[in-house]
């Protein structure tokens, strides 16, 4: 299934030409959308939720409901980086290595704070420019190793991006900073692992993987609950999707405003006497 998924992303990207020639990639550079919503139907659609799900490990978090997906489109100027990154690590790494895909590329959630309402709705796909808005700014232009820490202070693995499998984990990190969301959204990532440092133990004084890795993978142990993943190199990874979900099922507009309706001409017809 995982094989699978990564071939449907790249054709995501392939077909960047088809899609920058719609309405999504209308606006100026500061408010264009990244975001295509993808259709519940989609077989691509069904993959993500369910590895969003397997991937809810803390067993004191309830399993949420997944409301909409998105596809995060990137221009080709921003792509090309991260694919002569895939490119050079492959070229790297040995046949003995462990890489079901080039540069062992994999899917790694990640948690960041949002201030807009950027897919509350399936409409809601404009970028805002709010300096707090760390999500629009990763979906205007990717990650930024400079800005890593400016959120969470403690860097476990020392100065990197980021990600984890386990998405309950990355929920973490999951914030809103405009209250009036009843909405939870979360960043399906292409990260390239090369050939990862497998760690139990903290290293927080990190700025580059060791000598012949070319990532860290903190796997449960001495210092970890749940798994992380970090890259230190900002070409070794790109969002791909944006997950939008709630612990709540959801209401739909039109639903509640039936059901609004109802009550007040309930509460205006005049009891029976």
């Known amino acids: 299934m995982f094989d699978e998924l990564i071939d449907e992303i790249d054709e995501v990207f392939d ?45 004191n978090k309830p399993k949420p409901e997944v409301h909409r997906i998105f ?28 890489k079901p895909l080039p540069g062992n590329e994999s899917l790694m959630f990640h948690g960041t704070n949002r201030r807009c309402q950027i897919g509350d709705e399936k409409g809601n796909v404009m970028l805002c420019s709010l300096p707090e808005c760390f999500l629009c700014s990763v979906l205007r232009g990717s990650y ?47 990260v390239i692992l090369g050939n990862p440092c497998i760690r139990k133990t903290n290293a927080i004084h990190l700025t580059e993987p060791p000598p ?3 990532s860290v993978v903190g796997l449960p142990g001495a210092d970890l609950n749940y798994e992380e993943t970090v890259v230190y190199d900002n070409d070794a990874i790109r969002p791909a999707f944006l997950i939008v979900y709630s612990h709540e099922p959801e209401v739909r507009p039109e639903i509640h405003s039936k059901a609004m309706a109802f009550w007040t001409t309930l509460f205006k017809t005049p009891l029976a006497t």
Request: with cysteine.
């Open 15 to 59: 077909a960047f030409d088809e899609l920058k020639a719609n309405r999504a990639f209308m606006g100026s550079s500061n408010k264009r959308t990244r975001l295509v919503a993808m259709k519940e139907g989609d077989h691509t659609y069904a993959h993500l939720e369910r590895y969003f799900h397997t991937g809810w490990k803390h067993p």
């Open 71 to 98: 596809k995060v489109v990137f221009p080709e100027h921003s792509l090309k980086p991260f694919r002569e990154y895939r490119t050079l690590i492959d070229s790297q790494l040995t046949s003995t290595t462990l």
């Open 144 to 190: 930024d190793i400079a800005k890593c820490g400016s959120k969470n202070r403690f860097k476990r693995f020392g100065t990197g991006i980021y990600t984890s499998s386990c998405s309950s984990k990355a929920d973490d990190y999951v914030s809103n900073i405009a209250s009036n969301s009843h909405y939870r959204v979360m960043l399906v990532n292409r």
């Open 212 to 214: 012949g890795y070319h």
